[in-house]
């Protein structure tokens, strides 16, 4: 009997103010989540743009870079071309000016001549050249007397014109010059011996 009298025992149920005030305790747990979320995703926006920018500078920093070398290297490239045109006039204004006229050695009907002056230099202007070969050359060579064979004196400066130029500075290798060699090299390099003559001042 007592056991059908005693009360029977429910769950507590919530009412609507304890419930309202449960979910007010979890806002401010959600709203801090959402506030640390919020602050990794501007973090990683920020880093990402720091990257970028980074990245950025350091394009900016080698374009500059190659820029003033290039910038550099075209003045560096101007000034020897300057001096080179000072040393050629004042080769033609020297005197007395010696010069002498290269002939065809070949079936090639090109001409050139060669002005020289021992405390000026030396410069060939020639033209109706052949084509120049692919990765090859014209080159010139100097004979002195008494020299036992011709001494390599650069590489002419020719383009698809036919035309070419060499100017050579004051030396040794100009003094008691008495022969000339215009040859056709295969490559570009200061040839050790001459190659195919194109046109020569004998010795």
Not at 66 to 74: A, G, M, V, W
Not at 76 to 100: C, F, H, K, M, Y
Not at 135 to 156: C, H, I, M, T
Request: with cysteine.
């Amino acid at each position: 009997m007592e056991a059908a009298n005693a009360p029977s025992k429910t769950p507590p149920q919530l009412t609507p103010t304890a419930a309202g005030q449960a979910i007010w305790n979890i806002v401010p747990w959600v709203l801090a989540a959402a506030c640390v979320l919020v602050t990794f995703w501007m973090i990683g926006i920020l880093k990402h743009n720091q990257r970028q920018l980074l990245e950025t500078e350091r394009q900016n920093a080698d374009y500059m870079f190659h820029i003033q070398h290039e910038t550099r290297s075209k003045a560096d490239q101007l000034a020897q071309v300057s001096a080179q045109n000072d040393q050629i006039v004042g080769l033609l204004e020297s005197a007395p000016l010696s010069q002498r006229d290269l002939q065809p050695t070949t079936g090639w009907q090109a001409s050139a001549r060669v002005f020289w002056h021992d405390d000026h230099g030396l410069l060939l202007v020639a033209r109706g050249l052949p084509p120049v070969p692919q990765d090859g050359s014209f080159q010139l060579w100097l004979y002195r007397k008494g020299a036992p064979e011709y001494v390599n004196v650069g590489v002419v400066q020719a383009g698809n014109s036919g035309n070419g130029l060499l100017f050579v500075p004051p030396g040794p290798s100009l003094l008691s010059m008495t022969g000339a060699l215009l040859t056709e090299e295969s490559g570009t390099d200061i040839a050790s011996t001459p190659g195919q003559e194109i046109l020569k001042v004998k010795p």
